[in-house]
């Protein structure tokens, strides 16, 4: 049975921080909804009303567009081992780059990786948790390296020209303001 609660509790923040994959569902008013899945050490709790995730760079910027019009975001956590859950965090999203104020404290709250190319501050208004127990049971083996290969090889030039090709507008033609026109 799913069960509401106004902020993250210890044991939330505890559940959350064991995750190796979480998903982060976004939205504009129109067009196509946008569910993602990340890892990479990318998500922390900074407050019980209050997660920040890092953003690298991909084929594409669904989020950043969508938050741009609308910020409203969910983030869920699967267990994918050990008690069957589901936590979803609900709240408004601002997105971060580089070039704003807010970088410098928040970008210390996560390891170098490559291809970084933004942050999103999640408001969290609201936490469920629900029993989960339709989740399939996976082993981790460990992360993917691909995409930091990847972005490293591709060199600081070549991934702002790749950004600037694949990362200004969502598959709907909205704009995603990662860099300032």
Sequence with gaps: MAKQFAQISEQHRSFIEQQKIFFVGTAAAAGRVNVSPKGMDALRVLSP???VWLSVTGSGNESAAHIAEVNRMTVM???F???PTILRLYGGAN???PRDDDWAELIEHFPPLPGTRQLFDL???LVQTSCGMGVPLYDYKGDREALNKWAESK?????E????????VSIDGLPTHLFAE
Excluded: I, M
Aim: hydrophobic share 30%; with cysteine; net charge positive.
């Design 49 to 51: 009303n209050r997660v």
């Design 77 to 79: 956590f699967c267990a």
């Design 81 to 83: 081992e050990n008690a």
């Design 95 to 97: 997105v971060v780059h």
């Design 123 to 125: 408001s969290v208004d």
């Design 155 to 159: 060199g600081p030039e070549a991934l």
């Design 161 to 168: 020209t790749y950004q600037r090709k694949k990362n200004q």
